[in-house]
């Protein structure tokens, strides 16, 4: 079976594509993408769909990623295909976020097809990942300590927009086509260098694996991972179904499971159960490790007085009698209403919230005229307008607030909502009001109010700043 006949059955094998999508490829201008976008231009016609081809330039090699931008750029012009391509700068961007290049690359590259996705309207987003880089992450995962999902690799297609029609095609396939079908393509000389665990894998362990233990290596592993992945969504599926049953209940930030129903479920779908719990307060499941999730489960089964664990990224699971809670922050203990005189100016600590507000008046040509070179957390209000004395305290049922730049009231409650504040810390937010009228001027860190902002006729202003309640303001 040639390469095309191969990829279109694929495709069908796992519904892939359907008439009328606009598939956006990602092609780098190597023999894998190019292969890719020659297929399915190929098969255009025949399946119905509409191409668009995106490049990204991470920036890490010169001259070198200009060109395969240029080569790319051109290749889409001379199929007519339309085009989008990016230079973005992945190395700074992973210095500012201490990332290692790889991990770097491949946010920003993400971040980069979902914004070219939604500009275009484009429904699929095609990839040209084969057999051999299957191969390959299964390995990388094996030697992380992975568990299932880990070892079932990539799928032919995920969140039914990620497609890889190549998955079932050896790297050597791909080359062959190329050159039956004189396509150029680009060499990207960091893939030879031995410097990456991937690299390796690939450049030595592959290699060593299929000559002297098990020519067939690659091929074998491709099916291990559809046989794990199989297996892994129906044991999903199984835990999804249990979860919802020993769920006591749910809320933004807290998630409470029956303790006993927990303890009765086999290990497997308790440690999966944690997981989804996990999911629905952080909304994915990274950060939280095989030893977290095992060291709850040992709590659980031996029992004892309440217990509180330190989770990853503030989360925690409190142990009581009768539930498994996770919850971030606070939000298990809602603070105590204050009200308090707000200093004009000073600095005012607001320990029931964790934060303070520092107040300072200063002369209008003091603040810059751009007021977004203000720092975080800080806004600037005309003195004139306002009515002192002032008070901050927390938020009371049926609250109301103008916002500024919106010009008509709206409920604190709303506000939140539309805001994406997480219920446990609506109550922590200080709210800045007027003594005399009781008019909220500020929902600390969220919101202004409209009618109190600087004009070309301010004087004298007001300088608002929200602040942790820490030394550091970490």
């Not at 989008?84 to 993400?110: C, F, I, K, M």
């Not at 030595?204 to 299929?210: D, G």
Request: glycine share 6%; aromatic share 4%; net charge positive.
């Amino acid at each position: 079976m040639g390469l095309l006949d191969k990829v279109r059955s694929e495709i069908t094998r796992h519904h892939l594509l359907a008439s009328g999508d606009l598939v956006l490829v990602g092609v780098s201008g190597g023999p894998d993408s190019v292969a890719l976008l020659h297929l399915l231009f190929s098969l255009r016609e025949e399946l119905n769909i509409q191409l668009h081809v995106a490049h990204l330039n991470h920036m890490f090699r010169g001259e070198e990623a200009k060109g395969d931008a240029s080569f790319v750029r051109d290749l889409a012009e001379r199929w007519n295909l339309p085009c989008t391509v990016r230079a973005l700068d992945v190395p700074a961007y992973g210095r500012e976020r201490n990332l290692s290049a790889q991990v770097a690359a491949r946010e920003v590259r993400y971040c980069f097809f979902r914004e070219v996705l939604r500009a275009t309207g484009a429904n699929k987003l095609a990839l040209g990942h084969h057999a051999d880089d299957q191969a390959e992450s299964v390995l990388m995962n094996l030697f992380r300590g992975s568990g299932l999902q880990g070892l079932a690799g990539m799928a032919p297609m995920r969140e039914n927009l990620y497609i890889r029609p190549l998955l079932a095609v050896r790297r050597r396939e791909i080359e062959e086509y190329c050159r039956e079908h004189q396509l150029a393509t680009r060499l990207d000389p960091s893939n030879l260098k031995s410097i990456y665990l991937r690299n390796k894998i690939r450049n030595r362990l592959l290699p060593l694996l299929e000559e002297e233990y098990c020519p067939g290596i690659v091929p074998v592993l491709a099916r291990m991972a559809g046989q794990l992945r199989d297996e892994h969504e129906f044991l999903e599926q199984l835990s999804r179904q249990a979860y919802r049953q020993i769920q006591a209940s749910c809320r933004p930030g807290q998630v409470v499971l029956d303790r006993q129903a927990l303890s009765l479920q086999t290990r497997a779908l308790a440690r999966r159960m944690i997981r989804l719990a996990w999911e629905e307060i952080q909304g994915n499941r990274q950060d939280l490790t095989f030893d977290h999730v095992e060291d709850i489960l040992e709590r659980l089964e031996k029992g004892g007085p309440e217990k509180i664990l330190e989770l990853p990224c503030g989360v925690k699971a409190k142990m009581s009698l009768q539930t498994v809670t996770l919850f971030k922050g606070d939000v298990l203990a809602p603070p105590q209403p204050f009200l308090r005189s707000l200093k004009v100016p000073g600095r005012t600590e607001l320990p029931e919230a964790g934060a303070c507000i520092v107040v300072s008046v200063v002369d209008r040509q003091e603040v810059p005229p751009d007021l977004r070179e203000l720092s975080s957390g800080t806004i600037a209000l005309d003195y004139e307008r306002i009515t002192l004395p002032l008070m901050v305290r927390s938020r009371r049922q049926g609250d109301v607030l103008v916002p500024f730049g919106l010009g008509k009231e709206v409920k604190l409650k709303k506000l939140f909502i539309d805001r994406k504040v997480p219920r446990g810390l609506r109550d922590r937010i200080p709210l800045v009001i007027e003594e005399s009228t009781g008019r909220i001027l500020w929902a600390a860190g969220v919101r202004m109010a409209a009618g109190i902002e600087i004009t070309a006729a301010t004087r004298k202003v007001i300088l608002l700043s929200l602040e942790n309640g820490n030394s550091n303001n970490t």
